[in-house]
């Protein structure tokens, strides 16, 4: 059974910090491509930052580069989301996602069932 656990989220006040992580179970983790979300109220669900199946390239969202870094640890089968200089725009559902594509070119790709980070005073 694939399953995606986040965790860690939570009130913090502008200018702090968050870890958030992923654990992941049930498929090949260390061939998928890992990413994180978020969504916030009214707003469509947004790519925040992404990282390679070995973690040799990541990406990410403008609003969050110098902020943010995401790292994976593949013997533990887990993501991480380090959030710092947090700011009330970041306040949002996060979600975790695996994305993979077999030499067949089929498309595999599961989601967290998300974690909420409220950024406030």
């Known amino acids: 059974q694939v399953q995606l656990v986040e965790s860690g989220g939570g009130l913090v006040q502008p200018g702090g910090s968050l870890r958030l992580s992923c654990a992941a179970s049930?498929?090949?983790?260390?061939?998928?491509?890992m990413s994180w979300y978020r969504q916030a109220p009214g707003k469509e669900r947004e790519l925040v930052a992404a990282?390679?199946?070995?973690?040799?390239?990541?990406n990410y969202a403008d609003s969050v580069k110098g902020r943010f870094t995401v790292s994976r640890d593949n013997a533990k089968n887990t993501v991480t989301l380090q959030m710092n200089s947090l700011k009330p725009e970041d306040t949002a559902v996060y979600y975790c996602?695996?994305?993979?594509?077999?030499?067949?070119?089929?498309?595999?790709?599961?989601w967290g069932q998300g974690t909420q980070v409220t950024v406030s005073s």
């Open positions: 996602k695996a994305d993979y594509r077999d030499e067949l070119g089929r498309m595999y790709a599961y």
């Open positions: 049930g498929f090949a983790f260390s061939r998928y491509a």
């Open positions: 990282i390679t199946h070995y973690g040799s390239n990541t």
